[in-house]
Antibody, heavy 124, light 107 residues
């Protein structure tokens, strides 16, 4: 069974940093692109960042570009999101999501499955 | 690409048909459009990919159609477990984007 388990969320002051992790199991991690998607309280879904299977192609939403860095460790079946200079508007559940279907070699993916999310709260 | 979903909310009874719309600000390449269902306190789950394909395990009462800028998710006969929020997502162009969602409520 494919499982994605996020961790690393918490309460942080504006301007501080946080690193999220996603532990993957049940599939060949190094074949698939991976993504982070967030959802603010009571709001819709926002794609944050995606990375191809080998880290060779990475993309970010404009709202996080220059502040967030996505990375992966294929040896440890793990995905990361390093977040710097956090803002109040970054408050959200952050979901890790696997590329759906067969590996495409690209970041242009639908998502299946999603993890259960980790909550990041940015507040003074 | 901006995705606009309509209506914002839909009040229907179990057994009725639901028709949800997703309109894109520009053409979605290769029909790279997906639909997700999200229930309170849960992560989204995919219902449809490539505009009309259903992943294994998704009931056939869910169907997708459309191309270019206009896409539709149809739920043929609503079951009690189908009352939820539905999102469309395009993955043909960067950045990947989602629509604002349609809430399907029990009438």
């Amino acid at each position: 069974e494919v499982q994605l388990v996020e961790s690393g969320g918490g309460l942080v002051h504006p301007g501080r940093s946080l690193r999220l992790s996603c532990a993957a199991s049940g599939f060949k991690f190094d074949d698939y692109a991976m993504h982070w998607v967030r959802q603010g309280p009571g709001k819709g879904l926002e794609w944050v960042s995606g990375i191809t299977w080998n880290g060779g192609n990475i993309g970010y939403a404009d709202s996080v570009k220059g502040r967030f860095t996505i990375s992966r460790d294929n040896a440890k079946n793990s995905l990361f999101l390093q977040m710097h200079n956090l803002r109040i508007e970054d408050t959200a559940f952050y979901y890790c999501a696997k590329e759906g279907g067969y590996p495409s070699g690209t970041r242009h993916n639908w998502f299946d499955p999603w993890g259960q999310g980790t909550l990041v709260t940015v507040s003074s | 690409i901006v995705l606009t979903q309509s209506p914002g909310a839909l009040s229907l009874s179990p057994g009725e048909r639901a028709t949800l719309s997703c309109r894109a600000s520009q053409s979605v390449s290769s029909r790279y459009l997906a639909w997700y269902q999200q229930k309170p306190g849960q992560a989204p789950r995919v219902l449809i990919y490539e505009a009309s394909s259903r992943p294994t395990g998704i009931p056939d009462r869910f169907s997708g159609s459309g191309s270019g800028t206009d896409f539709t998710l149809t739920i043929s006969k609503l079951e009690p477990e189908d009352f939820a929020v539905y999102y469309c997502q395009q993955y043909g162009s960067s950045p990947l984007t989602f629509g604002g969602g349609t809430k399907v409520e029990i009438k």
